[in-house]
């Protein structure tokens, strides 16, 4: 609903599609209602998005795009940018990075990776956290966990390596049911052939040795090569980029995934999690 407090909360880059669309629109010679009649919308629905009263939802700048872009594709951007900003703050700066990486190296430990997760893990893992969430927080958080996974079929194909920890396998979010679900999925993830999923059992460390002591991380390249870490650790984020640490981290997961099962092992593994014959 369309407020006074939208208007002052509203982020820049919903400003800056405001403030282009009215450009544009003036240029042109229309008027609010001309140019919702144009986009499908109502004249009013145009007004609070030129005011910020209600920002351009993703509907819209596809309309804006088709109607007032010219083929610049500055509404197509605005789009993908504004999808950004709903990410939690903490994440905002690797969801970017990570949606063009070339390559990415991930470990996990207490809950199945973000990227691999289905709708219902997600919803449930989501939905169960604290401080409690808004329903419509949760479903927003939710899809946009669910587009982050665009990038196994992006062109070109990012080559992703992740190690699960085997306690996040038998953890169960949400229910039995659910998490048939999520295993059962991963089975079909580990089936592409730009994913590598391996397993880090829980008697990795019965010989004093366990290197992932230290939580989850994610190792990613960019495509101009630099190499960089993204760790989130209660809801705060790091993001190292200096070559020493970055080749700290790189070490340690190259021990984790030494102490990791086999491809085929972590596969026959989680497929008698999931009550699958193997």
């Not at 083929?71 to 940018?81: D, I, K, L, N, S």
């Not at 969430?133 to 966990?145: G, P």
């Not at 194909?157 to 979010?173: G, S």
């Not at 397993?199 to 960089?228: F, I, K, N, Q």
Request: charged share 25%.
């Amino acid at each position: 609903m369309a407020s006074a407090e939208n208007k002052e909360t509203a982020s820049p880059m919903a400003r800056m599609v405001a403030e282009v669309a009215r450009t544009l629109r003036i240029q042109r010679g229309w008027t609010q209602e001309q140019l919702g009649r144009e986009l499908g919308y109502s004249a009013a629905a145009v007004s609070a998005m030129e005011t910020c009263a209600q920002p351009a939802s993703d509907a819209m700048l596809v309309e804006l795009e088709r109607v007032l872009g010219n083929g610049t594709g500055v509404f197509e951007t605005a789009r993908r940018f504004m999808r950004m900003e709903k990410y939690p703050l903490q994440f905002q700066d690797y969801a970017l990075l990570e949606q063009a990486a070339i390559s990415l190296q991930l470990f996990a430990t207490n809950v199945v990776h973000g990227l691999f997760q289905t709708e219902a893990y997600a919803r449930a893992l989501i939905g169960g956290s604290y401080p409690p969430l808004s329903d419509q927080r949760v479903e927003e958080l939710v899809q946009l966990r669910m587009e982050r996974t665009v990038l196994f079929d992006r062109d070109p194909l990012p080559m992703i390596e992740v190690v699960i920890d085997e306690a996040a396998l038998r953890r169960v979010i949400g229910s039995e049911e659910i998490m048939r679900e999520q295993l059962l999925h991963l089975v079909e993830c580990a089936r592409r052939r730009n994913v590598t999923l391996l397993v880090l059992p829980l008697d990795s460390g019965r010989y004093g040795e366990y290197a992932g002591d230290r939580g989850s991380m994610s190792l990613l390249e960019t495509p101009a090569h630099d190499h960089l870490v993204y760790l989130e650790p209660q809801d705060e984020s790091l993001l190292i980029s200096d070559p020493a640490k970055v080749s700290t981290y790189a070490q340690r997961y190259a021990k984790i995934r030494s102490q990791a099962l086999g491809p085929r092992e972590s596969l026959d593994l989680i497929k008698r999690l999931a009550g699958v014959a193997v």
